[in-house]
């Protein structure tokens, strides 16, 4: 992707972030513009159990979370106070455009992070995914070995640590 055209595909996510903090407050759901947004795709049980086990620690980093749940779990299983979203809902695209992060727990969701410019916390073995390499400054993703909250929740520190340096966020986030 060209220097100009990934420039334009950032300023796209800043302004979908301010458009959904203008949603957020409006909702009284908290939304901090200096934080990374951190998504959760909920499309099984099994997702939803995993999503409510980490969803403390989390919340304990102080980082606005964004459920994207499918048909199959209902937005009433996900918690007060976190923002579920569904394809119904007309602000669906600009969630995933604003998020900066998520854990895509299947191939689909993979696909639509990338899309939005978003980074993939995922279980390895994801295509076309590659576990970002901070000596190497290479990779599109943060990889997590199996599902575990911890691990995922390791991942989601790293990619929160990774995300406080512009520079290298900017070269994970138009890595393709």
Not at 88 to 114: G, K, N, Q
Request: with cysteine; charged share 25%; glycine share 4%.
């Amino acid at each position: 992707m060209s220097v100009k055209r990934l420039d334009a595909k950032l300023d796209q996510k800043k302004i979908a972030k301010q458009h959904i903090a203008l949603f957020e407050t409006s909702n009284d759901v908290p939304f901090l513009s200096n934080s990374p947004l951190v998504g959760f795709c909920v499309e099984s049980v099994r997702d939803l159990s995993l999503f409510l086990v980490m969803k403390d620690g989390m919340m304990a980093m102080n980082v606005p979370v964004v459920v994207f749940v499918s048909e199959s779990v209902h937005k009433k299983n996900i918690p007060e106070g976190v923002t579920a979203v569904s394809r119904r809902d007309a602000h669906y695209a600009d969630m995933w455009r604003a998020c900066d992060m998520a854990f895509c727990l299947s191939p689909e969701a993979t696909a639509e992070a990338l899309d939005a410019m978003c980074v993939p916390l995922a279980l390895k073995g994801i295509a076309g995914l590659q576990n970002y390499d901070p000596n190497r400054e290479k990779g599109n993703a943060f990889i997590f070995e199996k599902m575990n909250p911890w691990l995922m929740f390791a991942a989601m520190v790293r990619a929160c640590e990774t995300y406080r340096f512009p520079f290298d966020w900017k070269c994970i986030a138009g890595s393709r």
